[in-house]
């Protein structure tokens, strides 16, 4: 069952935050996020193994609610390179990644 | 230290016929996964490779089928070529032999099939 991501899109303003919802209808064991550029390969931000767990790399961070079978991905203060395609991916088995259908983040100047 | 690199980029082929994709692992990866990405879509399961053999097997026709060699580099074979198989694939690394999940991609070969 492919994850369900929120808002299918966003425009930002340089500066601005964003916050990009995942949820699942079956149980999630894990979350993945990935970026990716127009006509570049995704990229991996992270990964949420278990629930509650949060984590972050530079102003962008992610948490995990286990029971909720959600995620969210928090950008803060956006920069114009986090522009991309963000997906979200369940992990049932940490072997086969099931992708959401991708939020298009734009961030302007 | 080389990412995962796929090879070839680009590729024309014609309906009917049959293709082999490549794909070298990050170094240090025993893992390779291939996904198929149709444009405007996220990348969907193909199938996995740990220790040369086929673990997990997403919704695609056995038209579809591949290799992990001793050096965990690996093939994806695609034969009787469909119009509808014009995609980006992509070949995607990761240690699960050392406990580590989270999957590294290369930069893809676009498939175009005429």
Not at chain 1, 53 to 78: R, V
Request: net charge neutral; charged share 15%.
């Amino acid at each position: 069952q492919q994850p369900v991501q929120s808002p299918q899109a966003v425009i930002l303003r340089e500066g601005e935050d964003a916050v990009i919802n995942c949820s699942s209808s079956k149980a999630l064991y894990s979350v993945h996020w990935y970026r990716q550029k127009h006509g570049e390969a995704p990229v991996f931000l992270m990964i949420l193994l278990k629930g509650g767990e949060q984590k972050g790399h530079d102003k962008i961070s992610a948490s995990f609610n286990e029971k909720k079978q959600q995620s969210s991905l928090y950008l803060t203060a956006s920069q114009l390179s986090y522009s991309g395609t963000y997906f979200c991916t369940s992990g049932g088995s940490n072997y086969k990644l099931t992708f959401g259908k991708g939020t298009l983040l734009t961030v302007n100047p | 230290d080389a990412g995962v690199t796929q090879s070839p980029t680009h590729l024309i082929k014609t309906r009917g016929q049959q293709v082999t994709l490549r794909c070298s692992p990050k170094s240090g990866h025993d893992t390779v996964s291939w996904y198929q990405q149709a444009l405007g879509q996220g990348p969907q399961f193909i199938f996995q490779y740990y220790e040369e053999e086929e673990r997990q097997r997403g919704n695609f026709p056995d038209r579809f089928s591949g290799h992990q060699f001793p050096n965990y580099s690996s093939e994806l074979n695609v034969n009787a070529l469909l119009l509808g198989d014009s995609a980006l694939y992509l070949c995607a690394s990761s240690d699960v032999g050392g406990g580590a999940y989270e999957q590294y991609f290369g930069p893809g070969t676009r498939l175009t099939v005429t």
